[in-house]
């Protein structure tokens, strides 16, 4: 009986051991299996909406991005390498989700999916056109002219056909413009300094062509100057990318941190 026992025993521990062996071989061949394919077909608002909850916040993103790929396919936009977008356009309706890639390998920012229409939101409109390829910021043209180097002051009109054309090279650079008084605003706020700004035309008695000229000091504004007075001011140059109500976008051209130059 004592050898029925024995063995009986040792046939339970071979059992054991090799269901445990058998375990371990499904955990191991569980997590090397191979993230999942990318999708491939058509990006529609559909599949961006069905996205809602695949990827969290702090959630490693070698974890989140082939999920998010397998239901989407690669991202359609990414911004300074961070902010990861999916969007698709049709008609007058756009879809899209934003994920946010963080520094430290981890999911950040995670927005619900989204429809917009046109005529909505306008900056969710022209986030999601961008985000689907179906509106793109026009290049610098190569050949179009750069700030000038040698300090002699450009014209109203050089200053707005230049710099939008060649934004790259003009942004953020000090420059001398020259051009006639259009007018002078300034703005005072409780505990905010007051602010003084110039508005320089092309030519006189044009209200067109200008460019506005926010100075470092307000108190240097000037006073009782007739309009359409010959002046020259320096300042940064700063363009920024503006939209219309109906969506529509342009860029403006300003001088910021002005002085009126002699």
Not at 227 to 248: F, N
Request: aromatic content about 4%.
């Amino acid at each position: 009986m004592k050898r029925i026992a024995v063995a009986l025993a040792l046939v339970a521990v071979a059992a054991c051991n090799k269901a445990a062996s058998s375990s371990a071989a499904v955990t191991t061949s569980a997590s090397a299996a191979p993230p999942p394919a990318p999708f491939t077909g058509t990006l529609t608002g559909e599949r961006i909406m069905g996205a809602k909850g695949i990827a969290h916040p702090f959630q490693k993103w070698t974890d989140a991005e082939p999920k998010l790929e397998a239901q989407m396919g690669k991202a359609t936009y990414v911004k300074d390498g961070k902010m990861h977008m999916w969007a698709v356009a049709q008609g007058d309706d756009c879809w899209y989700v934003e994920v946010e890639k963080q520094d430290d390998g981890t999911v950040g920012i995670v927005s619900d999916p989204m429809k917009i229409s046109k005529g909505g939101a306008i900056m969710n409109w022209d986030d999601c056109l961008t985000a689907a390829g179906v509106r793109k910021d026009p290049v610098d043209d190569p050949n179009a002219p750069g700030p000038p180097t040698d300090g002699k002051p450009i014209t109203v009109t050089e200053l707005q056909t230049n710099a939008v054309k060649a934004r790259s090279k003009w942004d953020k650079a000090t420059v001398t413009v020259k051009g006639y008084l259009g007018g002078v605003t300034r703005a005072t706020g409780t505990g905010a300094e007051p602010t003084a700004t110039i508005t320089l035309s092309a030519a006189k008695k044009d209200n067109k062509s200008t460019v506005g000229c926010t100075l470092a000091d307000a108190k240097t504004a000037p006073e009782h100057v007739l309009q359409d007075t010959p002046m020259k001011v320096t300042g940064t140059v700063d363009i920024e990318k503006m939209m219309s109500l109906a969506g529509d976008t342009h860029y403006e051209v300003w001088l910021k941190s002005c002085s009126i130059t002699k």
